[in-house]
T-cell receptor, first 112, second 116 residues
Framework: DQQVKQNSPSLSVQEGRISILNCDYTNSMFDYFLWYKKYPAEGPTFLISISSIKDKNEDGRFTVFLNKSAKHLSLHIVPSQPGDSAVYFCAAAQGGSEKLVFGKGTKLTVNP | NAGVMQNPRHLVRRRGQEARLRCSPMKGHSHVYWYRQLPEEGLKFMVYLQKENIIDESGMPKERFSAEFPKEGPSILRIQQVVRGDSAAYFC??????????????FGPGTRLTVL
């Protein structure tokens, strides 16, 4: 049972445009969400997080939006750069648990 | 400040052998987590440890897998009598004890285990 779903395996955008990566979850007990970026042969790198008491969190070019009623979150990258090309994982945690539940990832390609 | 260290980076074992994966957390971090990633899948939680204690092992297979985080030295994930289905990337992460409900986890580069 996939509790965190990233339905788009891949996404391709032009440099300078906006990248929007989506994530859906089924467990209403999740109250903390994180995005990680992963390059080949490396470990995931933390990007940005959001608590369920917020609906938006921004850090430089990265913004995460949370829609609790729809159980949906998205990561916006503006402007997109070729160095952003990587696999992006959405992850969720519940009730103070340290266990992260990951989606399968979306491979982002930013074309120069 | 060095990041999370994992070794070996690549490990090849034959069926029935033992695999030992090591993880040194970031300096000052007292929480260690192990995740497994199968091809084309996301990371799956295995176990969460603090020094000398297993806090949550709900993701660990019931047999052949064990983990420890001793008072001194790295955390060890041990897989006995490996089978082909154990072939995967195993990632270790660490986080600080800072009183937050959930801590960002910092990942190591992973150990890629291949079972022949």
């Amino acid at each position: 049972d996939q509790q965190v779903k990233q339905n788009s395996p891949s996404l391709s955008v032009q440099e300078g445009r906006i990248s929007i990566l989506n994530c859906d979850y089924t467990n209403s007990m999740f109250d903390y969400f994180l995005w990680y970026k992963k390059y080949p042969a490396e470990g995931p790198t933390f990007l940005i997080s959001i608590s369920s008491i917020k609906d938006k969190n921004e850090d430089g070019r990265f913004t995460v939006f949370l829609n609790k009623s729809a159980k949906h979150l998205s990561l916006h990258i503006v402007p997109s750069q070729p160095g952003d090309s990587a696999v992006y994982f959405c992850a969720a945690a519940q009730g103070g648990s340290e266990k992260l539940v990951f989606g399968k990832g979306t491979k982002l390609t930013v074309n120069p | 400040n060095a990041g999370v260290m994992q070794n070996p980076r690549h490990l090849v074992r034959r069926r029935g052998q033992e695999a030992r994966l090591r993880c040194s957390p970031m300096k000052g971090h007292s929480h260690v987590y192990w995740y497994r990633q199968l091809p084309e899948e996301g990371l799956k939680f295995m176990v969460y440890l603090q020094k000398e204690n297993i806090i949550d092992e709900s993701g660990m297979p019931k047999e052949r897998f064990s983990a420890e985080f001793p008072k001194e030295g790295p955390s060890i994930l041990r897989i006995q009598q490996v089978v082909r289905g154990d072939s995967a990337a195993y990632f270790c992460a660490s986080s600080p004890l800072n009183g937050r409900a959930v801590n960002e986890q910092f990942f190591g580069p992973g150990t890629r285990l291949t079972v022949l």
